[in-house]
């Protein structure tokens, strides 16, 4: 890769962060790929493990970490997995390596005397259902966000969808818990001779402004 340069702020004491490098954007971004079909390669656990621990790196809402994953593989979990989904995304989920269940709990409030320990926040949610909902869901699909590009980091490609029902996986997974399902991620080395052409993306102006 090529080395990236830092500069130093205003004072000179302390460097900026630098860039990353043309080859790690394109991983991460330019180049990568939603992919349908996967090469029939299996999927490392250590690599799942290692885009979990880059994943959860990211930040949420008073560090409430409410991201919950479960890695389907074997032919038991496919099972169990396959009458939830849509027509269109059984075939494909079937076939792929591995398939991550993201979900978020909806207790992630119970954690939070360890992964907010200087202040009592666990009461800030405590009673508060709709506080509760809305910091579960928006965090765990921020979460779920990094997990893809951690996905893509440690060399793997990825799959996000819908496209399946919710309660179905929610009772054949989480039931009993207080976790609750929010989208699909198939998982593998993508086949990149089944790739369509890239959908058009908007322009700059399209999404952003300054004020």
Not at 33 to 45: E, G, K, Q, S
Not at 46 to 60: D, I, N, R, Y
């Amino acid at each position: 890769m090529n080395q990236v340069v830092n500069f130093k702020n205003f004072d000179g004491a302390h460097p900026l962060p630098a860039k990353l490098d043309a080859e790690a954007l394109d991983r991460l971004f330019r180049e990568a790929r939603t992919h349908n079909a996967f090469l029939d390669t299996p999927v490392p656990h250590a690599l799942l493990e290692e885009a979990v621990e880059l994943a959860k790196m990211g930040p949420t809402a008073v560090n409430t970490s409410p991201l919950r994953i479960v890695f389907v593989e074997t032919d038991e979990g496919k099972a169990l997995l396959e009458p939830s989904l849509a027509e269109g995304n059984l075939a494909k989920t079937m076939a792929a390596p591995v398939t991550a269940i993201v979900g978020f709990d909806m207790a992630f409030y119970d954690k939070l005397p360890k992964l907010f320990p200087h202040a009592d926040a666990r009461a800030w949610f405590v009673g508060n259902d709709a506080f509760i909902d809305l910091t579960a869901r928006q965090s765990g699909t921020l979460q779920a966000a990094y997990f893809i590009l951690a996905l893509r980091a440690v060399g793997l490609d990825a799959g996000p969808m819908g496209g399946f029902d919710n309660a179905k996986v929610d009772e054949a997974f989480f039931a009993g818990t207080t976790v609750k399902s929010n989208f699909l991620i198939n998982i593998g080395y993508g086949d990149a001779d089944k790739l369509y052409p890239r959908s058009p993306r908007l322009d700059f102006e399209e999404i952003a402004s300054f004020a």
